[in-house]
């Protein structure tokens, strides 16, 4: 059975960082492309970071400078690093991964989720 396990979520205060990890299971996705979304209370799922195999990357506008996507492709691991965190970081932090992709782009709906781990950064 294929799982994203995310870890590292938690509470802190703006300006403040956090570490997500993302360790799958079942099957190596070192060749996947790999994501970190986010949903925040009442609003939909967003795409935070991408990562290809060969570690290309892209960043929502807001998150830009502040967070790095990164993958260990022996480790077969996805982490997100969140620095000068805001309050409107505030949401579930999901893991995901495409079988299906084109540079940056997944060709498909992506394929597997992670039960996401919970951000939350007070003012």
């Known amino acids: 059975q294929v799982q994203l396990e995310e870890s590292g979520g938690g509470s802190v205060q703006a300006g403040g960082s956090l570490r997500l990890s993302c360790a799958p299971s079942?099957?190596?996705?070192?060749?996947?492309?790999m994501a970190w979304f986010r949903q925040a209370p009442g609003k939909q799922r967003e795409l935070v970071a991408v990562i290809s195999s060969g570690s290309s990357t892209n960043y929502r506008d807001s998150v830009k400078g502040r967070f790095t996507i990164s993958r260990d492709n022996a480790k077969n691991t996805v982490d997100l690093q969140m620095n000068s965190l805001k309050p409107e970081d505030t949401a579930v932090y999901y893991c995901?991964?495409?079988?299906?992709?084109?540079?940056?782009?997944?060709?498909?709906?992506?394929?597997?989720w992670g039960q996401g781990t919970q951000v939350t950064v007070s003012s």
């Open positions: 079942g099957r190596t996705f070192s060749r996947s492309l």
């Open positions: 995901a991964a495409c079988s299906i992709s084109s540079g940056i782009t997944c060709a498909r709906p992506w394929d597997y």
